[in-house]
């Protein structure tokens, strides 16, 4: 299964983005995380394959929405309110599986989109 992420760009702080991430075949959970320079990647949000669940990293709760559509085998992150400590590359995964485990421990990833926030 190959993810094919979209929907990054230049944004100023208090905007908003919304990145998609296409699948080729059926995946499970699927989530994102992001990578800024110089630190590591970091998870951001999941959702379950049924999209009754969803976990989002402290750091965005109550700004991003993680939803999905089955029927397009794609995810979306709705970021609201975005701040410049957003900016990253965000990498869409997701699992061959039924899994509870939702952070960690995904199978197929992304190229990554590149989300800058202005101050």
């Known amino acids: 299964v190959q993810l094919q992420a979209s929907g990054g760009g230049l944004v100023q702080a208090g905007g908003s983005l919304r990145l998609s991430c296409a699948a080729s075949?059926?995946?499970?959970?699927m989530g994102w995380f992001r990578q800024a320079p110089g630190k590591e990647r970091e998870f951001v949000a999941a959702?379950?394959?049924?999209?009754?669940?969803?976990y989002y990293a402290d750091s965005v709760k109550g700004r991003f929405t993680i939803s999905r559509d089955n029927a397009k085998n794609t995810v979306y992150l709705q970021m609201n309110s975005l701040k410049p400590e957003d900016t990253a590359v965000y990498y869409c995964?997701?699992?061959?599986?039924?899994?509870?485990?939702?952070?960690?421990?995904?199978?197929?990833w992304g190229q990554g989109t590149q989300v800058t926030v202005s101050s």
């Open positions: 075949g059926r995946t499970y959970a």
């Open positions: 995964a997701g699992k061959r599986t039924i899994s509870t485990i939702l952070k960690t421990e995904y199978d197929y």
């Open positions: 959702i379950s394959w049924s999209g009754g669940s969803t």
